[in-house]
């Protein structure tokens, strides 16, 4: 199973908006509804931010959002934060009951 | 409180086996899957696999299938991953985490346990 694809590095400044996207195929992305996004900042566990596409757990900001179209997952980021510099990994389950975790985006604000 | 407590760092020469403990506090195992996800050195999260352990029943990676295996002691809430023909590429941190039945994500993690192999 080939790690789903994502932009190493995406950036934006205070108060802007960025996406990141998770490419998969038919047999992860594209098969499931179950996409998840984790955040991890440096040396620390990761959280997750998103589940199931669109939904946010509690305790997690509403700047926070997710998608999907076809084969291909995106996480919003709004109202951009110091506080959301961090690494980002989507996750993926798949056809075969086994999951997939993206590249990971390092996502820096200026 | 969910609480998973991992053994410590171990050191492996390649071709030997480790085995990494995953000890869970609070109650947690009424209908949950226990997942192993690693992570390299200054490389991304990469999940290994996964164990109901009420039930057996196991998920595991592809590449990994041949030399991974979960044992559990449910007498002290224990679930072990053990990888055996280690190979330097296998150095990574190996971290459990909890997915509360039913919900396809990792709600809750272990410190971790740094894997070293080398001769």
């Known amino acids: 199973q080939s790690a789903l694809t994502q932009p190493a590095s995406v950036s934006g400044s205070p108060g802007q908006s960025i996406t990141i996207s998770c490419a998969g195929t038919s047999t992860d992305v594209g098969y499931s509804n179950h996409v998840s996004w984790y955040q991890q900042h440096p040396g620390k566990l990761p959280r997750v931010v998103i589940y199931?596409?669109?939904n946010r757990p509690s305790g997690v900001s509403d700047r926070f959002s997710g998608s999907k179209s076809g084969n291909t997952a995106s996480l919003t980021i709004t109202g951009l934060q110091a506080e959301d510099e961090a690494d980002y990994y989507c996750?993926?389950?798949?056809?075969?009951?086994?999951?997939?975790f993206g590249t990971g985006t390092k996502v820096t604000v200026l | 409180q969910i609480q998973l407590m991992q053994s410590g760092t171990e050191v492996q020469r390649p071709g030997a086996s480790v085995r990494v403990s995953c000890k869970a506090s609070g109650n947690p195992f009424s209908s949950f899957f226990i997942h192993w996800v690693r992570q390299a050195p200054g490389q991304g999260l990469e999940w290994i696999g996964a164990i109901n352990p009420n039930t057996g029943t196991t998920r595991v990676a592809q590449n990994l299938q041949d030399r991974l295996t979960f044992p559990r002691d449910m007498s002290t809430s224990t679930i072990y991953m053990e990888m055996s023909s280690l190979r330097p590429d296998d150095t990574a941190v190996y971290s459990c985490?909890?997915?509360?039945?039913?919900?396809?994500?990792?709600?809750?993690w272990g410190q971790g346990a740094l894997v070293t192999v080398s001769s």
């Open positions: 996750k993926s389950y798949m056809v075969t009951k086994t999951y997939v």
């Open positions: 199931d596409v669109t």
């Open positions: 985490a909890l997915e509360p039945s039913g919900t396809y994500f990792l709600h809750h």
